[in-house]
């Protein structure tokens, strides 16, 4: 029921602000970008017998991305993608924070790519006392095309993949895929 809401509103949103498409957006400065997705999300640690053998529906609010457009079309970014899993009847959030560069292809077409540090811990609503706390590398990729275009400021509809792997303290590795779908807003 979420996603169907959250699709609903995102089209009263497009319907909303695409009126006026005349006016050529401005992308320079400091670039903040907020996204919601929804995807596939599969974790695995190395001590299983069947590495990857459940993928879980799951949401990903918010995506954060910052950072300053170097020219038009090139922009360096700060990005943190990352998904909720249950494990042991708690949430814990296997997330990222990525360096990464974006570049439009075309007026509306983008792609992002970045490798940065991973982390596994609890969903921060969860607490964080007595939790573990894990650490490795994580690699992003997304592309987006930008439905709407104001003038400081676009919509977009993005798919990301988001790999990362995380070093456990008994000496073995937690790895996990996420592949999302989402829309996002951007102010530039």
Same mark, same amino acid.
């Given at each position: ?33 907020l ?25 990903? &609010?918010?995506?954060?991305?910052? *950072?300053?457009?170097? @020219?038009?079309?090139l $922009?360096?970014?700060? /990005?943190?993608?990352?998904? !909720? ?8 959030s296997?997330s ?27 969903? &921060?609503?969860?607490?964080?006392? *007595?939790?573990?706390? @894990?650490?490795?590398? $994580?690699?992003?990729? /997304?592309?987006?095309?930008e !439905? ?15 790999m ?10 937690r ?14």
């Open positions: 029921m979420k996603n169907v809401l959250a699709i609903l509103f995102s089209f009263c949103v497009v319907t909303a602000f695409g009126q006026d498409l005349d006016r050529p957006i401005e992308r320079k400065g400091f670039v903040f970008g996204g919601m997705s929804a995807g596939v999300f599969s974790i695995s640690d190395s001590d299983q017998e069947v590495e990857f053998d459940k993928a879980q529906g799951s949401i990903s &609010l918010p995506n954060l991305k910052f *950072g300053w457009m170097v @020219n038009d079309r $922009a360096i970014l700060g /990005s943190f993608p990352g998904m !909720i899993y249950e494990k042991d009847n708690k949430d814990r296997f990222a924070f990525v360096p990464s560069v974006q570049y439009w292809f075309k007026d509306r077409w983008w792609v992002n790519g970045g490798i940065g540090l991973a982390y596994d811990g609890p969903a &921060l609503y969860e607490g964080l006392k *007595g939790e573990d706390w @894990n650490f490795g590398c $994580a690699v992003t990729a /997304s592309t987006g095309f !439905i709407v275009q104001k003038k400081r400021y676009a919509l977009d509809f993005q798919t990301q993949l988001h990362a792997s995380t070093s456990l303290k008994n000496g073995g590795n790895d996990g895929v996420a592949l999302t779908v989402g829309i996002g807003f951007n102010w530039y």
